[in-house]
């Protein structure tokens, strides 16, 4: 049996479990919030093999085979947090969380000898990390530096053109009828008139010259990469996710050259990744330019414009390990 | 991206500053343009106890049945590319008069090759071709001569092209593929096999996407049964069409037997009934999110287009739709031009595959509108049906098989009807209510 576990919000999982329905393969789709919706009753009493049951049912351990790992957390984003916000103490909250990311560990942790799509130890990378990782593989990434003074800054901007970004993801912040996006954004010299003379330490890195951006959704040693000429658009110059819906750049079907397909294929395993999204740009100059990796992309936005059948290709996955 | 609005450091003592990395420093101000709109968009959530989702946003909905995909108000009649019938006639079928009010552009360079985005695809038709654009949802006509230049540039660069033609057509040659990259129809590339073609295979586990079923006045349908069914074979889009003035609590009892369901797109095809106004139907709409699009037939003189979010459209017309004989209209309002439909056109019906039909007697059918019954919704499970080879026939035949359709350039973004043929002893003659001549290039 194939065991899906994700968000109750995931809406990837459907389109996979069309297809395992299809291919008449068992699975049982846990979700991180069920245990806080759903009768839900894990047993251990040792040397007795642990016991799960949920909504009723045993869940017979043993006969799990494979798991794909998606996104199993996110506790903010789930129902019971949004009726339960208003009716805890934040604090009290804050403990019960804590408390759910303990459950959904120790339930990982008795999944350990299964086939894994995305190892639990996988699920979050570390941006510096994987620059250095990307480099060891013989992807070229740009010169990146973290600072935190202003002095430091203005000399680098004074050779060339950066930019910066977040060190971890990049997040919204709300504000009156409106928010504050933190999108990749050039450093300009009127950014400096903002700044105090210290800053908390934040991640620059040189400005490369597009050509066009690369989307690679990467499963078991198969590239399957989209092009997006977002440089057709001035909003999405820097950063696709600021892109007008309305009027989409191009988004095609893309062919990496075999070396660059290599080198992704000696990154991802390197960090020990079977699936993953990948962000590249092909540059001006000629090079492929690794950016960052996510072990849990939304690859529907490589899927559906460029005709590829990757919820097949995860579902023939996960069967194919679950017999085996 | 030069000029900053207001960024967040402007909103901080700058004693404050330090304290606070650079990105959030330089994180922009965006207002929020339209609130309800973006609030419909997460709000647009229905469970579905069969995927295990507590509630899920999905808009790929493709088999928009009731409601035609070409413009929505007068304005958009342009952006839709579907443009009326009349109005094709002033389509020009050579690029030239388009391409003319653009400023002369730097020639091409004949080392290069060009390439059509892979989204853009050309068809062609016995007297003009299209260039469909399944990204954007539009079409333009292309001269024939066009679409075999379009074949040369595939495995050779511009300047075997013109070699190609003997060098007697490089101006042509030229000022065609500059009116292509005018319109983001292609690019030039010294590297095209990067750029592979889009694989036109058209894949889906769903044993069935999309059902129709029929309500005549006193029809009783076992609703629960056949949300139950339809769940089961993972259907995704439902129409209902009420054949004659429905009262708002027989549409919102319908809609209730929908409540948990894999179908992500309902649409409600009614009559005008004096309960059914629109504030009622809004409110309807924000209790069953499922249902997209709501068309009221038989208005007296009300003609009117609502859109009330991104995903759902309200529709008053003074039209008629009396019974299932009211359906089968060919016209460029109902063309479908994206991935999903026009790969689905290549190989299958573009009208009957994988749907499944309930007629207002609760006949189990192809299309309402077809002669043949294969049993009663009330005794004869739908899966037992759809399974039959019988039943799925129809759904193999494309227009590449159908007389006149297959020498058309709409034929893949054109939707079939195979219940009104154009000579009932050819099943394989073209729609009956389809008044396109390919062979003119001129709707009749
Ligand atoms: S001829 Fe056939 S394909 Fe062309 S518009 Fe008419 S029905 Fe559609």
């Given amino acids: 049996m194939i065991l899906l576990l994700s968000s109750s919000s995931d809406t990837n999982l459907d389109f996979v479990i069309e297809w395992l329905t299809f291919y008449g393969h068992p699975y049982l789709r846990l979700n991180a919030d069920d245990p806080l919706h759903d009768a839900f009753h894990l047993a251990l009493n040792p040397p007795e093999p642990p016991r799960l049951m949920v909504r009723g049912a045993e869940v017979e351990l043993s006969a799990i085979g494979a798991v794909w790992l998606r996104q199993f957390g996110n506790l903010r984003r789930s129902r019971y947090w949004f009726d339960a916000k208003n009716r805890v103490r934040p604090d009290a909250l804050e403990q019960i969380s804590r408390e759910q990311s303990i459950l959904l560990g120790g339930l990982l942790s008795l999944l350990s000898g299964k086939h894994w799509l995305t190892h639990p130890s996988r699920t979050h990378v570390n941006k510096l990390d994987m620059l250095v990782q990307a480099g060891r593989a013989g992807l070229v990434v740009p010169q990146t530096h973290v600072i935190n003074r202003k002095s430091d800054l203005r000399a680098l901007i004074e050779r060339g053109d950066y930019i910066c970004k977040s060190l971890y993801e990049p997040m919204f912040l709300k504000d009156g009828s409106g928010f504050y996006a933190m999108f990749t954004t050039k450093v300009t010299h009127e950014d400096l008139e903002l700044l105090d003379d210290e800053l908390a330490p934040s991640l620059v890195q040189r400005l490369v010259p597009k050509e066009y951006e690369l989307r690679v959704f990467y499963l078991a040693g198969q590239c399957y990469s989209m092009a997006i000429f977002s440089q057709q658009r001035a909003r999405s110059a820097l950063d696709f996710r600021n892109v007008d819906w309305t009027d989409p750049p191009r988004q095609v079907p893309y062919e990496l050259p075999p070396e660059i397909a290599e080198a992704v294929h000696r990154f991802m395993t390197g960090i020990g990744l079977n699936c993953g999204s990948l962000d590249l740009i092909k540059a001006q100059d000629g090079k492929y330019y690794f950016l960052e990796v996510n072990p849990a992309g939304q690859f529907g936005m490589v899927a559906f414009p460029c005709n590829y059948p990757l919820y097949e290709k995860i579902a023939l996955h996960l069967i194919e390990h679950d017999k085996s | ?444």
């Avoid at chain 2, 042509?172 to 590339?189: H, N, P, T």
């Avoid at chain 2, 019988?390 to 893949?412: G, L, M, N």
């Fill in chain 2, 1 to 444: 991206m030069t000029s900053r609005k207001k960024p967040f450091s402007a909103s901080l003592a700058q004693a404050d500053r330090r304290f606070h990395s650079l990105n959030l420093l330089l994180a922009d101000y965006e207002p929020i343009v339209d609130l309800a709109r973006d609030e419909a968009i997460l709000d647009n959530k229905q469970p579905s106890s069969r995927y295990g989702s507590r509630d899920y946003a999905d808009n790929r909905f493709y088999k928009n049945l009731s409601m035609p995909l070409g413009p929505v108000t007068p304005g958009e009649a342009g952006a839709g590319g579907a443009s009326e019938p009349g109005a094709s006639e002033t389509a020009p079928a050579a690029p030239e008069a388009q391409a003319a009010p653009a400023a002369p552009a730097a020639p091409l360079d004949p080392s290069k090759y060009f390439v059509l985005w892979a989204c853009c695809l050309a068809v062609d038709g016995a007297s003009r071709s299209l260039v469909c654009d399944l990204q954007r949802s539009t079409f333009t006509f292309i001269p024939n001569v066009l679409v075999e230049i379009l074949e040369l540039c595939k495995d050779r660069p511009i300047s075997a092209v013109y070699e190609h033609y003997q060098h007697q057509h490089d101006q042509q040659i030229d000022e065609y593929l500059q009116f292509l990259i005018s319109k983001e129809y292609g690019f030039l590339s010294a590297s095209p096999q990067r750029f592979p073609a889009m694989s036109l295979a058209w894949r889906s586990p769903r044993t069935i996407t999309n059902c129709v079923i029929d309500f005549a006045a006193g029809t009783e349908h076992p609703l629960a049964s056949i949300n139950e069914q339809l769940s089961t074979l993972f259907c995704q889009a439902v129409e209902l069409r009420f054949f004659y003035a429905a009262s708002l609590a027989e549409l919102s009892g319908v809609l209730e037997a929908f409540v948990d369901s894999t179908v992500r797109g309902i649409s409600v095809l009614t009559g005008a009934h004096p309960t059914v106004d629109r504030a009622a139907l809004e409110l309807l709409l924000r209790q069953h999110k499922r249902v997209k699009h709501v068309t009221v037939h038989s208005t007296a003189a009300h003609d009117e287009i609502v859109r009330v979010d991104l995903h759902t459209t309200l529709r008053f017309t003074s039209e008629q739709v009396t019974s299932e004989a009211c359906c089968g209209q060919v016209s460029p309002r109902y063309f479908n031009c994206n991935v999903e439909a026009f790969t689905e056109a290549v190989e299958h019906n573009s009208c009957l595959h994988r749907k499944v039909s309930i007629d207002a007697r609760g006949a189990i059918k192809n299309c309402p509108s077809m002669a043949h019954s294969y049993g009663q919704i009330g005794d004869t499970p739908l899966l037992q049906v759809v399974a039959q080879d019988h039943f799925q026939a129809s759904w193999k035949v494309t227009k590449d098989q159908i007389s006149v359709c297959q020498d058309c350039e709409f034929r893949y973004i054109c939707h079939d009807c195979r219940a009104y043929v154009a000579d009932p002893a050819q099943p394989l003659s073209k729609p009956a209510r389809c008044r396109y001549n390919p062979y003119q290039g001129r709707w009749e």
